[in-house]
């Protein structure tokens, strides 16, 4: 009753497609791809499949049940988690361990830093199994494909000690995510509004909130506190959509914010700064990013806020909720100006 896990090769081709497409019929909600794009693959093209990634197969009592493989990213040192599925008969027999174990082991050996991996729609089961073996949610999420509106959000897993602040690990983002992040900026709807509205499918973990601003944590933070204050209204103009009045009374939580969370997160200088355009993210925000102490010179300012250079920092949910209530009590116990 053991089960034996063995890596596919481009001759393995025939017993791969066969697999994959129990798995497409099986559970077609569960992959970015269907049983009809599977099923008009030609030879040269699973052959092309296994040579690009390393595919692995869990075979049980001389059956095969379960597969799971990895692709390397484009960007370096990053690996992603693809075609995993166990048979219905086999699920809860430990053959779904067994493969991510094997994906964690490869990727490990070849001295990959992170595992990334997309869970479609409210999988449950397979967050469950990810998390088990030390998968967190990224805060990424997105849609499985342009053909394909049902939501997926990101998994990651750090391969070595997280050189992070507060030791949570960085992903680096990809052409393609950089892409995905964009067409959300340039045409998805105001994701202020969306969060303040409480509309926002995104969760967002938020600190503060009266009836003329909010403050939440950045949803891809480059430094461990980083949050964002807004007016709850939607206004695009930083100068002329605020009276001097307003302006001042908004500037007033920023000090008393960067004042909180200096307090909960070690900090050598608030970085305070607003971006944004009429071309997206519209709606006005300030950044409040909190530098920690013992950075060289060179990583400090523009380049520790930079996600090309650093990468977006990985924090659990469960610290993200920790991280907003410390700053938050901070917050309360100065007494408002
Ligand atoms: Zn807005």
């Not at 007016?231 to 307003?246: G, K, M, Q, V």
Request: aromatic letters at 8%.
């Amino acid at each position: 009753m053991t089960i034996e896990v063995r890596r596919l090769l481009s001759d393995d081709w025939a017993v791969f497609r066969e697999i994959r497409l129990r798995s497409l019929s099986d559970a077609p909600h569960a992959f970015g791809s269907t049983l009809a794009e599977a099923n008009s693959r030609t030879e040269g093209d699973w052959r092309l499949l296994l040579a690009r990634r390393a595919q692995f197969l869990a075979a049980r009592d001389g059956r095969d049940v379960g597969t799971i493989g990895v692709v390397e990213k484009d960007v370096a040192g990053h690996a992603e988690v693809v075609s995993m599925w166990v048979d219905p008969r086999y699920r809860g027999t430990g053959v779904a361990d067994h493969l991510v174990q094997t994906v964690i082991r490869w990727a490990r050996e070849r001295e990959f830093e992170l595992l990334l991996l997309d869970v479609t729609g409210a999988n449950t089961r397979a967050e469950k199994l990810y998390a088990r073996h030390g998968f967190i949610r990224s805060g990424r999420r997105g849609v499985v494909s342009t053909n394909d509106p049902r939501p997926e959000f990101e998994m990651v897993l750090a391969m070595s000690p997280p050189n992070g602040p507060g030791g949570y690990p960085r992903i680096r983002w990809s052409d393609h995510d950089r892409g995905e992040y964009l067409r959300t900026v340039r045409t998805g709807p105001c994701f202020i509004c969306e969060i303040v509205s409480g509309r926002s499918e995104y969760r967002h973990h938020e600190v503060y909130r009266d009836e003329y601003h909010i403050v939440f944590l950045n949803r891809y933070p480059t430094l461990y506190g980083q949050l964002l204050v807004a007016p709850t209204a939607h206004r695009e103009d930083i100068i002329e959509d605020f009276t001097e009045f307003e302006y001042l009374r908004l500037q007033g939580l920023v000090h008393r914010v960067s004042r909180a969370v200096a307090l909960v997160v070690p900090t050598e200088r608030v970085y305070i700064f607003s971006l944004g355009s009429k071309q997206g993210n519209a709606h006005v925000h300030w950044h409040l990013a909190p530098l920690p102490p013992g950075v060289p010179y060179d990583d400090q300012q523009l380049a520790a806020i930079d996600l090309e250079t650093h990468g977006q920092l990985v924090i659990p949910e469960t610290d993200q909720a920790d991280l907003a209530d410390r700053v938050s009590q901070a917050l309360n116990k100065r007494s408002p100006s």
